[in-house]
T-cell receptor
Framework: GENVEQHPSTLSVQEGDSAVIKCTYS??????FPWYKQELGKRPQLIID?????GEKKDQRIAVTLNKTAKHFSLHITETQPEDSAVYFCAASSNQAGTALIFGKGTTLSVSS | SAVISQKPSRDICQRGTSLTIQCQVDSQVTMMFWYRQQPGQSLTLIAT?????????ESGFVIDKFPISRPNLTFSTLTVSNMSPEDSSIYLC??????????????FGPGTRLLVL
């Protein structure tokens, strides 16, 4: 089955800096890669996703890149703000209807002002 | 995206008892998923619930311990049976947000925080 590795487990940056979180996956059949943000005591919230027919996707300060050959994808957050502080999870699935997500172990991002 | 609610939002239970968690969605969905999130950990898939058939369980999870019902396209329950302190976790249901039969983003319910004493 699919296995998703996520690094780093913790990341501390200064406000205004960029943050990058990287994930690798094992199943070449996976072709859907979402990222979730989870604030303390809250449910995971989808922040951006990418499908295998796209190499990069941006949404304001957030971008995700995908290298399908190398089986890795990354989350990039620019101009970080204290409210970006949270746990971020990457996930992978085969993107067929009704396929569950397999999650990485998460990255705790701390943005200090 | 679908509006998902869960009941109860939290509970404290004694070991050896069972708790049934309900998940309600405001629209019809083909698949519902149940995840467990242990304190400070990631999300682990327990099972996939398809209406009209038995749930499909992931390795390490069995029907006797986590029976699931899926009586219709907007509702599911997960029961945590014969609980022990190791079952203390957040239990989350999720649904796929795309059109029926099409893959799409998945959205989570608010979770049920379970503490077993």
């Amino acid at each position: 089955g699919e296995n998703v590795e996520q690094h780093p487990s913790t990341l501390s940056v200064q406000e205004g800096d960029s943050a990058v979180i990287k994930c690798t996956y094992s199943d070449s059949a996976s072709n859907y890669f979402p990222w979730y943000k989870q604030e303390l005591g809250k449910r995971p919230q989808l922040i951006i996703d990418i499908r295998s027919n796209v190499g990069e996707k941006k949404d304001q300060r957030i971008a995700v890149t995908l290298n399908k050959t190398a089986k890795h994808f990354s989350l990039h957050i620019t101009e970080t703000q204290p409210e970006d502080s949270a746990v971020y999870f990457c996930a992978a699935s085969s993107n067929q209807a009704g396929t569950a997500l397999i999650f990485g172990k998460g990255t705790t991002l701390s943005v200090s002002s | 995206s679908a509006v998902i609610s869960q009941k109860p939002s939290r509970d404290i239970c004694q070991r050896g008892t069972s708790l049934t968690i309900q998940c309600q969605v405001d629209s019809q969905v083909t698949m519902m998923f149940w995840y467990r999130q242990q304190p400070g950990q990631s999300l682990t898939l327990i099972a996939t619930a398809n209406q009209g058939s038995e749930a499909t369980y992931e390795s390490g999870f069995v029907i006797d311990k986590f029976p699931i019902s899926r009586p219709n396209l907007t509702f599911s329950t997960l029961t945590v049976s014969n609980m022990s302190p190791e079952d203390s976790s957040i239990y989350l249901c999720s649904v796929e947000g795309g059109l029926a039969g099409s893959p799409g983003p998945q959205y989570f319910g608010p979770g049920t925080r379970l503490l077993v004493l």
